[in-house]
Structure formats: structure tokens, C-alpha cells
């Protein structure tokens, strides 16, 4: 029989109450909604794991309208949230709105009015120019794309005969558009990391160079442009047995790499959990979830009076649940980052082995 839930659990959750209208129930005395990382608690890779089809389905009622709202909130990302819904409904069986997909760099949009016309870079795996692009930014170039008009810029270049075949290497989106100007004249604005780089050497040298000289690499030395990361994971989850280093391990590669060479230190702006601020927009977009998809005749301000977050990585989905407080609860699941009894320093409120566990 599956254990519900550990001895370690601090306090006991609430417990929500449901009655059918017409196939999709109304939320009663005390709803609930649910945020669930991706990497190590659904998926490893492509893979499902610890139930989560089954899991999933339960949120379901069984003529498909959704019964519970909830939403992915994921570190990850390189591919528009419409693309990432469509990837999870296949690999779970269950059908996912984008509006139900938050990512690591979701958080850029609120930045298109101070760079929508402006030159930017768009770093990482995946199409990154494409997800900027998709948010309104208008003027975006892949670092794959920036590159590639400055001859010798990546001393390396000639020994990376991999890069055309390895999977996520941008080859350019279709929304990068030949540029009026040559790149190599126009002062990069700001550059993002939108997702894990894939060429650590080649983007540390350009970030470097484009940091040092106010966004015009080659020339002199000026002003530091403003630099975003997606989040700070240091590690995550992936089908290899142990963790593998994210973007908060190259964050540190650049920092110490730019610090070292430059007078004044790197300065930049990290999104993503654990940071309050992705738990707030994570508790908005499920009452959007509850509005556009759950009726209910006389719904409440904010019905949702509990917010769990499953997670499997302590310092940053279980840190920043507490560290968001009320109406959060954690549920730390034993399939991705942490293995043990429960973490010391952030201990969640329950801990299970699996999501199915945790809906349970």
C-alpha cells in the first residue's frame, strides 16, 4: 500500500471538497490548486516517471475538463510555452494549456516594453531567439546568430566540428530575420539567458566580450549592458544517475571569468525559483486557470486557499514555497534531486516518494 504521506510531515493538509455540475465541478469550503516542477518530479528527460500520467489524470474529470487547476512551474524552458503544452500533453496523456506552462525565462516578457525595439541576444539550448521573439521582442539575435558575423570571435570555433550535429544547437530560428545593419555596428542592449547553454567556452568569450565593451564586442572598453539568467539552478535532474550543472553553475563560470578580467564586478538579474516573486505569478496564473476553465457561479476573490508545490529539489522548489509562505504547502518527492528523509536546511512540509504519491 503506498505510504501517503512521511512521519516528518510538519502539519497536515487541508482537504478539499467537490460536487459535479454538468461534467466540471464547482470548488467548495477549501479549494485547492497545485504547481508542479517538470524535471525530476513528471519527467526525466522524455520520460514520465513516479505515476505522473496517472497523477495527471486524476486532476481530470472523465470527460476531459480539468476538476483541479493546476500548472507547471519549471526552471527549464528554451521552446515557447505553446510548444512545451503541446510536449506534455503527448508524453502524459492529458491535454495542457499554455497558459498552464511557466518557465524560467516566462518572467521576460514583463521586459519587452524597455527592450522591444532594442538589439538583444538570446542564449541557450533550444530556440531562444524564437521564445523572445514570440514575447514581442523585436530586434533579437541567437547567440548562435550573433556569433557568427564576427569572424575569429571563437577561437575554438574550428575544432567544434560536433556543434551542427548536437541536439538544441540553435541553427538559427526562422524569426531571425537577415538584419538591416550589420550586427557587428549595432550595441547590444542586453543579453539574456533564456535556457542552458550548449557551447560554455564560446558563450562565456562573446557574453565577455559583449559586457566589457557596452555591447560592441572588438572595440573599447565601456558600461556593462544588462545581463538576465532564466534561474540559478546550480544542478537539476536529467537521465544521467547523478545531477548535472545548470545555469547557476555557468552563471559562476562567467562571473569568476568576467570578474577576473574586468575592474568592476558582473552585474545581472536572476528569475526563476525559488524566487517569491515566480511563486505570486504562479498563484495569479492558476486563478486564471480556475477563471477560463473551472465554472463556478459565485467564485470568491481568490477561492484558492491552498497552493501546493511538488518539487524534487529542496533549495529551490521547497525554498522558495516557504520562503513564499501562505498559501503555499510543499510536497518534496525522492525521483529527482534529493533522496533522503528530508532536507535540513529547508525542510518540506511532506515528503513522498512520487507525484502520484503526492496527489494522493
Known sequence: MPRLRDTEAVRKPPIATFRGVKSTPILLKTPFGIALDIDGVILRGDTPIGGSPQALRRLYDPSGGLRIPYVFLTNGGGVPESRRATELSKLLGVHVQPTQVIQGHSPFKKLVPRFENELIIAVGKGEPALVMSEYGFKNVLSMDHYASYFENIDPLSPFKHWKDQVAGYD???PNEKSMQNDPCSQRVKAAFIVSDSVDWSRDIQVLCDILSTGGLPGKERSSQPPLYFANDDLSYQSLFPTERLGMGAFRIALESIYNSTNDKAMQYTSYGKPNP???KNAENVLMQVVRSTIRHHNIEQNPLKTLY???DNPTVDIRGAKEAGHPWFSILTRTGVFKGTNH??????????????AVD
Open 277 to 279: 516573486s515566480v511563486f
Open 344 to 357: 535540513s536546511l529547508y525542510p518540506a512540509d511532506m515528503v513522498v516518494d512520487t507525484v502520484e504519491e
Open 171 to 173: 541553427k538559427y530560428s
Open 309 to 311: 508545490m511538488i518539487g
